[in-house]
């Protein structure tokens, strides 16, 4: 007789930390298998996690949850197979949406949440959020417009100089292809001591050289694909260049000289809850997500 999985333990967990559910998401310094969950490993802290706090308090008002990072957007769509087929109850998965909306391989489906943009960084890491995170260190009200001309004016610099890199990898997407290498695409960002960060041109040219030398342009489609910059863009590189700019009037502005990244990043996150509600295309987004559960 063969052994059938019923994967109970992980079903059951809301009842063990008294929560009407158990969610899983991406982040974390370490990284989960499936075996390594029903064991009951998984880790507490991660950026990711704050986020995905925000997001259930908000829609969710009302419902207590459990939350645990596993490190792993395999892992997270392994469980997200196993809620769609109704193998799992009272687990939801909360992942970033990356490309696969274009490449076709995004999990839908009741309990399964994915953020609007490429990732929770893009929620996060904007111009009016990265402003607002500063004035909760500044002290000086007269110093707040200087500052927000100084973000604006380079966010809108970022967007010009990155808008050829997140075209090209939403048609490498559409067409099922590799993305561009995520680390040289982070090199593009520059931090120049006390300066604030850029886009290196040469390196964005050069990057997206190489890239086209291994696809024939006639195999690939999606003309029609439109991509934002702030949506589509590889999170890992707003965040980079929202924290480093952060940095730069923090320190430029309020005479800041230690502003840690594990400081500043919950520091944003935190801003970005106040912006949330406000923000209709996410409440969109996020209404629909929450109206297909059944409790």
């Not at 704050?50 to 008002?61: D, H, L, N, P, T």
């Not at 395999?74 to 809620?83: E, F, H, R, S």
């Amino acid at each position: 007789m063969s052994f059938v999985r019923t994967h109970s333990g992980l079903s059951n967990l809301h009842l063990f930390h008294g929560v009407d559910a158990v969610v899983f998401v991406e982040g974390g310094s370490e990284t989960f298998t499936l075996d390594d969950l029903e064991k009951g490993l998984y880790s507490n802290q991660a950026a990711d996690i704050k986020y995905w706090q925000i997001v259930f308090s908000a829609f969710a008002a009302g419902r207590t949850f459990h939350f645990r990072a596993v490190g792993s957007k395999n892992t997270i769509n392994g469980l997200a197979d196993l809620i769609a087929t109704g193998k799992l109850k009272r687990v939801f998965v909360a992942r970033d949406r990356d490309l696969d909306n274009l490449s076709g391989v995004l999990p839908v489906g009741a309990g399964i949440f994915t953020t609007q943009g490429y990732s929770w960084e893009n929620d996060v890491w904007t111009a009016p959020i990265v402003f607002a995170t500063f004035r909760k260190f500044n002290t000086v009200p007269e110093k707040e417009d200087k500052a927000r001309e100084i973000i604006e004016r380079e966010f809108l610099l970022m967007y010009k100089g990155v808008r050829g890199c997140v075209c090209v990898d939403a048609i490498l997407a559409c067409n099922n292809l590799e993305p561009l290498p995520r680390d040289e695409f982070l090199k593009i960002v520059r931090v120049n001591g006390a300066s604030s960060p850029v886009i290196l041109s040469p390196a964005t040219r050069s990057l997206l050289k190489r890239r086209r030398l291994k696809v024939r342009p006639q195999r690939l489609r999606g003309s029609a694909v439109k991509p934002s910059v702030l949506r589509d863009c590889y999170g890992h590189l707003l965040e980079a260049f929202g924290y480093h700019l952060l940095v730069h009037v923090l320190n430029k502005i309020c005479g800041l000289r230690t502003t840690p990244k594990e400081l500043l990043v919950p520091a944003a996150i935190d801003t970005f809850s106040s912006t949330l509600t406000p923000n209709e295309p996410l409440v969109t987004h996020y209404s629909k997500m929450f109206a297909a559960l059944v409790w």
